[in-house]
DNA sequence: TACAGTTTCCTAGGAGTATTAGGCAAAGGG
DNA sequence: CCCTTTGCCTAATACTCCTAGGAAACTGTA
């Protein structure tokens, strides 16, 4: 009986590429197991269990995506690291739709505490929006709309949520441009309606 | 044998409501007919299979958060219009957390373009934006990033994403603020870096 | 090299879910 | 009151998750 070689990041990468095959939320421990032409409860010596193999697909992503994400950020500042930023983002979606689901399950604050991939995003959100010259608290509100607007609209692209003809990509860039505008103009004190 | 009283929309409704308790992925067949103290199978004389009931409850989601958004923002115009729109979709989102959940399953395109609450929804927003000057294509543009930011903030919010002690809820203000200061200077021409 | 221990994968099996086929009995119209 | 329609049932299949316990393949060591 030969051994198919398993281990635990073997079977964490395979699962990670299976979700941008077929779908974050179709990968099952029977799939994976068929494509490593094992039975199921072999899986479990590698895994605690389904949400425990879902967990470590998302910590892949977020890995991957940092790994995308900050080289292309880095060296840059103001709109053009923006730009940077929302391309690498998006382009990470749309290559691996899989991973990118998987960053979207919920996960223990401690884990995403510890998480370097995860911190490593964030840093850089900070230190770009810092370059617009925010401070906190407007540093963590804009972080916040920026995470928001970014992640919205790859969703939304995602389910196929924009019917409108007009070019997805198109909008993509206004929507950056628009959001620099918001960035350099952002409203420090909460606005008072003329009175 | 009394009878349950089983139509499809009671069966439709029921699944929504589940969802807002139990989360919209954790509705199943099994559990619904539970609910209802009926055998698994006799929900498929209402319900052509699980994806059937899932569209159902996202109807129903799209059209409950119309019923909500719409009153909200009738007779009001400009930033009052946004903010309202803006509470009225958190409020909706957190108060009905599976129906939200609902919405943003992938629905046949015929049929969003057939459904009246979403096409309520998007002319509100269209009518919203018409407010602030914008046309098309801006129009479309500027659509996609409200309702990026938007769904964005409150889908992070769902599952956690915030991690920062800073209160959600008012950065959820701070954030409509920034966004009304970006449709107000809506970039409408690509913009020539310099040169 | 032989042996002991560990790891990898297996068989077997229970429980939950989705779904279909076919049947009986209750509701309701003529 | 019969007869059609409809609502809910039983029965059965398939797929999934997961546990328990066993055997075969690796590992290191004497």
Redesign the interface.
């Known amino acids: 009986m030969a051994r198919a070689g398993l281990t635990t990041d073997r079977v964490a990468l395979a699962a990670a590429d299976l979700a941008d095959e077929i779908g974050f939320d179709k990968v099952t421990i029977s799939a994976l197991a068929r494509g490593f032409g094992v039975k199921d409860a072999s899986l479990y010596s590698h895994v605690r269990n389904l949400q425990d193999l879902r967990t470590k697909v998302a910590m892949i992503a977020a890995q991957d995506m940092a790994d995308r994400i900050g080289p292309s950020v880095a060296g840059r500042a103001g ?1 053009d690291a923006l730009v940077a930023f929302a391309h690498a983002y998006r382009d990470f979606a749309l290559a691996h739709p899989g991973r990118y689901a998987a960053g ?4 223990e ?1 401690e884990l ?2 510890q998480s370097q991939a995860h911190q490593r995003v964030l840093a850089t959100c900070d230190a770009l929006l810092r370059g617009y010259g925010l401070a906190e ?2 540093l ?3 972080v ?2 920026l ?7 790859v ?2 692209e995602a ?6 003809p ?1 070019d ?1 990509g ?2 993509w ?3 950056i ?6 960035l350099e ?3 420090s004190a ?2 008072t ?1 003329s009175m």
């Open positions: 709109k979207q399950i919920q996960l604050p995403v505490a608290p407007d963590t509100d804009a916040r709309v995470r928001s607007a970014f992640h919205g609209f969703s939304l389910i196929g949520g924009f019917g409108h007009r997805v198109t909008s860039e206004r929507a441009d628009a959001l620099h505008v918001m103009h952002w409203p909460p606005s309606p």
